[in-house]
């Protein structure tokens, strides 16, 4: 049976968790989700001085990584559609160029075409449609603009990739519950919903489906993470 990921429940689910969110997920990835974002950072490489955006921002984290690293005064806002988040994300600013509001991936409020970039961190998988969320996302962005998405995915060799689902599917969910009482069962939503979701070139495939060229993925820490990137074409290429 698919995992329910309709927005009433994953709304509700990160509503309960959001006092722990932080911690569980340094804890739970060893720290190593910082690098993630670093990587997801990098590989973005802003190029003028436009507005980006992260959506399904959750408490933030990798629209501060985005704030410090540019050099220019262009803002940087953060979406989510639960406010629980967003509350632990403005206590946590310190800086006044990172705008935070509420709003949901399927139907952001901005015009077309604004972002320079349009990155999302383990959220994508939870939002109810992939290819809606991608096409929203593609929307906002500039033409010659990027489109990022980091997300869980499952390692490239085969014994690794054993024994870590078996983690995935076995421990993880039994610590997470421990260290974070919730009704939704939040960390057996994540190893379902993480096997679930489209991965590598199926992932690709829906970006240039929402519009998006020369797509590409790099994973990392073995395949347990991988960024994905695409490019929406600039003027003269439509």
Not at 24 to 30: I, K, V
Not at 69 to 74: C, F, P, Q, W
Not at 153 to 180: H, I
Request: glycine residues 8%; contains cysteine; hydrophobic residues 40%.
């Amino acid at each position: 049976m698919p995992v329910d990921k309709s927005g009433a429940r994953i709304r509700q689910m990160f509503g309960e968790i959001a006092g722990r969110y932080d911690f569980m997920n340094h804890f739970l990835s060893a720290g190593t989700d910082i690098y993630w974002r670093w990587q997801t950072v990098r590989m973005a490489q802003p190029f003028n001085d436009s507005p980006m955006l992260d959506v399904c921002t959750g408490t933030g984290d990798l629209a501060f990584a985005f704030r410090r690293k540019l050099n220019s005064d262009a803002p940087v806002i953060g979406t989510d559609f639960t406010h629980g988040m967003l509350r632990l994300a403005e206590r946590k600013r310190a800086d006044r160029r990172v705008v935070f509001l509420e709003a949901d991936t399927l139907s952001l409020p901005f015009p077309s075409n604004t972002f320079q970039v349009v990155s999302v961190a383990f959220g994508l998988r939870n939002v109810s449609s992939t290819i809606g969320g991608l096409k929203e996302m593609t929307r906002v962005c500039q033409p010659g603009g990027k489109v990022l998405v980091l997300e869980f995915s499952l390692p490239d060799n085969r014994l690794l990739s054993r024994v870590y689902q078996w983690y995935f599917r076995n421990v993880l969910p039994r610590l997470g519950q421990l260290l974070v009482r919730n009704r939704q069962a939040a960390y057996e939503y994540l190893p379902q919903s993480v096997s679930e979701f489209p991965s590598g070139n199926q992932l690709t495939g829906l970006m240039e489906e929402a519009g998006l060229v020369n797509t590409s993925f790099r994973s990392l820490t073995a395949g347990i993470a991988t960024v994905y990137i695409g490019h929406k074409p600039a003027k003269s290429e439509q």
